[in-house]
């Protein structure tokens, strides 16, 4: 046997099984639907389809995007105007606080020069 047929099945493999679902304890009892009020058997879902199927006669939407869009960009902006002052006013506090140690200094070096 060479390395490559050892990598090749033999027989194709069999599709696993799907397990009956009015069986399972935790989804039989949601498939258990009456068909006349004195019994309940056990009904399959039908058939499901993996396409996509628009809604027909859905309701309009009831939320305007337009309003949250709105909502949106003012709180970025009043977030962005905030961070803006605030830079600016510790700027000019640094700033401030600058020119204090800078005159500080000048005064001791000129009384170390005396």
Known sequence: MTPLTMLIPAAPLA??????????PGLGP????????GSAQPV???STTTEF????????????ATGT???????????????????WTAQARLAT???????????????DAK
């Open 97 to 111: 606080r600058l020119a204090e140690l800078e005159s500080e200094l000048s005064r001791r070096e000129a009384e």
């Open 69 to 87: 869009l709105v909502t949106a960009y003012v709180v970025f902006w009043c977030l962005v105007a905030v961070f803006v002052w605030r830079t």
């Open 15 to 24: 599709a696993p099984r799907s397990p009956d679902l009015s069986t399972d």
């Open 30 to 37: 949601a498939l258990l639907v009456a068909k006349d009020p």
């Open 53 to 64: 199927v628009a809604v027909s006669n859905r309701a309009p939407e009831q939320v305007s």
């Open 44 to 46: 399959m879902p039908q």
